[in-house]
């Protein structure tokens, strides 16, 4: 497994570069490299120049060390945060998790903060003094002030995530503009509403890429990013990000009615509060939209396999009309993008249960790997509910301009997939809310 070295030289003044500070870094590098000789690890200096009058000496001695063939890069950025960004791109793109930083021990807990920002738990961090004593030409013990070997104060922690926002507001989107996907089904003057699709965000990472909507301890894409591609989303669509609620999956059918106690975990959650938006994840499991126009309710679920099986989509349609008084025969209900019948296949004991609930659920049916509709399987539950079938938008409508149920495994451009992705998949959601 690829390791890396990553050495702060941020606290490093332009004036202050000389022979003992060159001898310290080589004296470390040479350290590095003879710590574990069976592998050796990419090496990244980290520098935060803005380059100015009297700095390019420091910059030219710096780019000295600039040798990527050899698996030492020195990265220069006009901040920590725009270098540490530089640095896990390096990272992400050469599969590294396991993380060495060494540096001055008055800028740990700033490094610490930075890093619990923008880095999961997918990578393994660990922390080096880089010792600051002349004589051992290591960096200058008289640049250090003692404010700066003051534990980090809450100013420093809120100073440090505004720079990290702003740091990310500024980037640039990728694959394109955002897109939201939205149906005809659901009136527009009444309800807000959408899927998201994968252009317009800034998570860089290939599987990620790049309007993900879900970080986890798995995951590279940190909850900073994820929370930045949310912000451009709320802007986008026209919601209150600070009102903005998503489901907390558990592949079962428990539902939350807003207003009550939140379970640990919930795959539906309904609301007739307005202004609050629901959300739904999904990356094959369906992001389903319930949106009642008469009572003025809605409600948002999300549906893998089990959660169909359990019946997650009625139990939503349940606790409107129980919480709402909403009846079944004005509740709309449309299924956004999700792993169609052509890429998803369970075992066949798994197949059975959705044969018994439609046998065109299944097609294969002897294999011991059938493939599965879930779509077809909630439509059925629906229908079977109570719900009417010209209430439902699904794959049964022909209309490519209105047929939002798209199967994401078959569209890698638009949508994220973990049957066709892997673990370090993205996340897209269905969203709604009811209007002011």
Known sequence: ????????????????????????????????????????????????????????????????????????????????????????????????????????????????????????SVYQLEFKDLQMNCEETHLEKSTVSQSELMPITDQDIETIRSEIKIFLENLPSLKGELNILKSVLIPDHIFLHGFTTRAGGISYIPSLSSFNLFSSSKRRDPPVVVKENLRRLALAA????????????????????????????????????????????????????????????????????????????????????????????????????????????????????????DPKCVRHYESSNPYVDIRRATRVLLETGGILPQNIQDDTILDQNQNLTLCTSCTPDKFYSHVRDGDNFGTQIGFISIKN
Request: net charge neutral; glycine share 6%; aromatic share 8%.
């Open 1 to 120: 497994m690829a390791k890396a070295v990553v050495i702060d030289l941020c606290s490093l003044e332009a004036n202050s570069w000389n022979n003992w500070t060159q001898k310290s870094l080589n004296r470390t590098l040479e350290a590095v490299r003879e710590e574990d000789p069976s592998q050796t690890p990419f090496v990244y200096l980290l520098c935060c120049k803005i380059l100015q009058n009297g700095e390019d000496a420091f910059h030219t001695e710096m780019q000295n060390f600039h040798c990527p063939e050899k698996g030492l890069e020195v990265v220069c950025a006009p901040s920590t945060v725009a270098a540490l960004y530089t640095i896990k791109q390096k990272f992400d793109e050469k599969g590294i998790s396991s993380v060495k930083i060494i540096l001055p021990p008055q800028r740990k807990p700033l490094m610490k903060e930075f890093v619990d920002q923008l880095f999961t």
């Open 238 to 357: 026209g919601f209150n990000q600070d009102m903005y609620h998503s489901i907390k999956v558990n592949h079962a059918s428990d539902v939350w009615v807003m207003g009550k106690a939140k379970p640990d975990s919930y795959d539906g959650i309904v609301t007739n509060q307005r202004g609050i938006t629901i959300a739904a994840p999904g990356a094959d499991c369906i992001p389903l939209l319930f949106a009642d126009p008469v009572k003025k309710a809605c409600g948002a679920a999300h549906s893998g396999w089990q959660g169909t099986l359990l019946g997650v989509a009625m139990a939503t349609v349940h606790a409107m009309v129980t919480e709402y008084g909403c009846e079944i025969k004005d509740i709309l209900v449309v299924l956004g993008p999700s792993v169609g019948p052509c890429c998803f296949t369970l075992p066949r004991e798994s197949a059975k249960k959705f044969h018994r609930i």
